[in-house]
């Protein structure tokens, strides 16, 4: 994530550019590896689609880097658990992050510094902030969909990594390195269309933790 003053403000203006949305500093999202059963604790890499696979979150910049990656958790692990258990979460949380918002869909909590899509928009304000809200979100969806189609060893086009978990999850940080110096000395894309398969649809976050809501609405009365 980034801390220097000139960084932050190039991110901020390039996420305002895409959706004229202020403030953001990352979008955020999870995807689904496939990976072999494994031969240890097997039934907690089930995810929803009923295959094996570790569940990996990543925050994305308005140029579909990866600014902070996420990969350890088995494909069972819900996305707000993997959120409330990361560290750029308690860096939200104790503030050694202390501007900026992050953008996710609703399988995340709405916090002051992470703010939700409006599910069922009620006015033209809440569908204006839904409308840049999910221009902005598609772009994380669009990252690991290229990444996927740069690296295709961990697209379900691949087949299935062959390895332990922990050597999985290995593969996915190197391949997201390889992925930030692609798009970093600017190397042509791939003819697909970026569609991420590891996406399972999504698990709504249906706990108590959604102090943002205020937060959220200031900012659609006075922006949108």
């Given at each position: 994530?980034?801390?220097?003053?000139?960084?932050?403000?190039?991110?901020?203006?390039?996420?305002?550019?895409?959706?004229?949305?202020?403030?953001?500093?990352?979008?955020?999202?999870?995807?689904?590896?496939?990976?072999?059963?494994?031969?240890?604790?097997?039934?907690?890499?089930?995810?929803?689609?009923?295959?094996?696979?570790?569940?990996?979150?990543?925050?994305?910049?308005?140029?579909?880097?990866?600014?902070?990656?996420?990969?350890?958790?088995?494909?069972?692990?819900?996305?707000?658990?993997?959120?409330?258990?990361?560290?750029?979460?308690?860096?939200?949380?104790?503030?050694?992050?202390?501007?900026?918002?992050?953008?996710?869909?609703?399988?995340?909590?709405?916090?002051?510094?992470?703010?939700?899509?409006?599910?069922?928009?009620?006015?033209?304000?809440?569908?204006?902030?839904?409308?840049?809200?999910?221009?902005?979100?598609?772009?994380?969806?669009?990252?690991?969909?290229?990444?996927?189609?740069?690296?295709?060893?961990?697209?379900?086009?691949?087949?299935?990594?062959?390895?332990?978990?922990?050597?999985?999850?290995?593969?996915?940080?190197?391949?997201?390195?390889?992925?930030?110096?692609?798009?970093?000395?600017?190397?042509?894309?791939?003819?697909?269309?970026?569609?991420?398969?590891?996406?399972?649809?999504?698990?709504?976050?249906?706990?108590?933790?959604?102090?943002g809501a205020d937060v959220r609405q200031r900012l659609i009365n006075g922006k949108f």
């Amino acid at each position: 994530m980034p801390t220097d003053p000139v960084e932050l403000q190039s991110v901020l203006q390039r996420f305002y550019n895409v959706a004229n949305f202020p403030n953001i500093v990352g979008a955020i999202d999870g995807t689904h590896i496939r990976i072999r059963s494994p031969s240890v604790d097997e039934h907690i890499y089930v995810n929803r689609k009923n295959y094996h696979s570790v569940n990996v979150q990543g925050v994305c910049d308005s140029d579909m880097k990866f600014m902070n990656i996420v990969a350890k958790w088995p494909g069972g692990t819900h996305d707000a658990f993997i959120w409330a258990n990361s560290n750029i979460s308690e860096m939200f949380e104790n503030r050694t992050i202390g501007h900026g918002w992050l953008l996710g869909d609703s399988g995340y909590p709405l916090r002051p510094w992470l703010l939700t899509s409006v599910l069922n928009p009620e006015t033209r304000h809440q569908q204006g902030y839904k409308e840049a809200h999910m221009k902005i979100r598609s772009i994380v969806e669009r990252s690991f969909g290229l990444l996927k189609s740069r690296f295709r060893c961990i697209d379900t086009s691949g087949g299935t990594l062959l390895y332990t978990p922990k050597r999985c999850c290995d593969i996915v940080i190197s391949v997201v390195i390889l992925h930030n110096m692609c798009i970093s000395h600017s190397l042509p894309l791939p003819a697909d269309n970026f569609e991420d398969r590891g996406r399972l649809g999504r698990q709504h976050y249906n706990s108590n933790l959604n102090d943002g809501a205020d937060v959220r609405q200031r900012l659609i009365n006075g922006k949108f």
